[in-house]
């Protein structure tokens, strides 16, 4: 009996050990449960105040962006919006953000298109240049389109430095008679125009401009014929390379001669009607003369007399 009691009594203690035991770690596994519940719900409200922070700032962002478009700083309204997707790609902001992006874009490349175009309506480099500057200092224009606007500038900037050098070398051969009597200024070049033929010939052309107070502006022929004996030419003919021809009649009351001591001198000043001519003629590489009177003579156009009639037209286009 005694020793069935000490076995129950043995068998109750080692129960309530196991049962301690359990309800030991069960307390333990509870406090880890607590504490992942306290981390999670500081984390949730972590997460909740960086959603808060993110909301508040991308609204931030793009409510800035839209009153500076709304006051057309476009440039500024450009950089909050993108830096709103930039940061905040995920926001509900991020979407209308990106339509006003492209929007803006939209009207920087049709002000570029725009300045473009007003541009080539403009015949002059200088005017071109002041246009561009004009124009970017009112239009807004992206960063990209803006250095591509400057580049065109640059562009017309340079050729407008060759075109200032070339007249400062044409002005150099260019001889302007200023008429008031007769109202205008007559343009010449100061080149040697004589074309000798054998030892006893010499044939000279000249193409000069002459430009009346008014503005107007006309081309006019002078040839001239040194000989022993007349020639009596009837018409001169200038024949490009190019495939330009130009025939000017040469007779009275234009044609003049007279002899003297040194022989026969003929010459005619005649004004030329098909001015388009003498611009292609220029830009040939040759030009071949021809007198043609009483007998015939065909010679090249020597450097000199090619030189003067390009510098004479150039002056002519730039002549305002």
Not at 21 to 49: A, H, I
Not at 81 to 109: H, M, V, W
Request: charge should be neutral; hydrophobic fraction near 35%.
């Amino acid at each position: 009996m005694y020793r069935f009691l000490l076995l129950l009594v043995c068998a109750l203690l080692l129960s309530g050990c196991v049962s301690y035991k359990k309800f030991e770690d069960l307390q333990l596994e509870n406090e880890r449960l607590n504490k992942e519940l306290l981390l999670s719900r500081q984390q949730n409200d972590t997460l909740s105040g960086e959603l808060k922070q993110l909301k508040d700032l991308s609204d931030f962002y793009y409510r800035t962006g839209m009153e500076l478009y709304g006051e057309k700083r476009y440039g500024e309204a450009l950089e909050k919006f993108q830096t709103l997707t930039d940061r905040y790609p995920t926001s509900p902001r991020a979407a209308e953000a990106q339509e006003k992006i492209a929007e803006i874009g939209n009207l920087a490349r049709n002000n570029y298109q725009n300045t473009v175009k007003s541009v080539e309506r403009v015949r002059d480099l200088r005017g071109r240049i002041d246009l561009i500057d004009r124009e970017m200092k009112t239009v807004f224009l992206t960063k990209d389109l803006g250095e591509k606007l400057l580049a065109l500038r640059e562009e017309f900037r340079s050729e407008l430095e060759e075109d200032l050098e070339a007249q400062r070398d044409i002005g150099r051969h260019i001889l302007i008679e200023d008429d008031p009597i007769k109202s205008w200024k007559v343009y010449r070049s100061t080149r040697s125009l004589a074309q000798p033929i054998g030892d006893d010939r010499k044939f000279y052309v000249e193409v000069y401009f002459i430009q009346r107070y008014t503005g107007k502006k006309f081309y006019r022929v002078k040839t001239r014929y040194e000989a022993p004996e007349y020639l009596s030419y009837e018409s001169v003919t200038l024949q490009g390379q190019n495939g330009t021809k130009l025939t000017v009649d040469t007779i009275y009351p234009q044609k003049q001669s007279s002899v003297d001591a040194d022989g026969i001198h003929e010459w005619s000043d005649n004004e030329v009607v098909e001015e388009d001519k003498i611009a292609k003629l220029a830009k040939s590489t040759s030009v071949t003369v021809t007198f043609k009177g009483g007998n015939r003579y065909t010679f090249m156009m020597g450097e000199q007399q090619l030189a003067a009639l390009r510098e004479v037209v150039r002056k002519y286009q730039i002549t305002r």
